[in-house]
């Protein structure tokens, strides 16, 4: 398991460095849970699962941007995957995924954009992907 915050008002990871290969399951890079106003802005993250994960384990989340940062081996930038609450203002902008970990081994499901819903009650609205860039 990688990085975990969830609830409240208020998170920022500036410049975060997080180091899993992509061989190791079920280890996300960060996950932020069911808050509002959070950041992650150049920051670098190599993982095994997802890259940056937004979920709703307890409860909503809202105002989050993801800027500037680069993904290595991930199964990218995740929204959503528990079947309940709201996801709402989710920016993500000028973010670098790579298939590939820092030593080259590819990721065990290579997305750059990852929306998990399905037939459930997740409601996501105002979800921005800007300017995304990927190598596979």
Known sequence: MGNYVEGGNG???WGVSIRTPATRKNADGLDIDSL??????????????DG??????????SNVTVAH?????????SVGGIDKNTVSNIL??????YGNDLNGTPSTDANGINVKTGP???????L???N???SM
């Open 52 to 61: 940056i994960a937004i979920k709703t384990n307890s409860g909503n989340i």
């Open 92 to 97: 993500f902008q000028n973010n670098y995924v």
């Open 11 to 13: 998170f920022t990871a």
């Open 128 to 130: 921005s992907y800007v």
């Open 120 to 126: 459930c009650a997740l409601t996501v609205s105002q």
């Open 36 to 49: 509002t106003n959070a950041s992650v802005i150049n920051s670098d993250i190599e993982a095994g699962d």
């Open 69 to 77: 940062t680069r993904l290595h081996g991930t199964h990218g930038l």
């Open 132 to 134: 995304p860039a990927w």
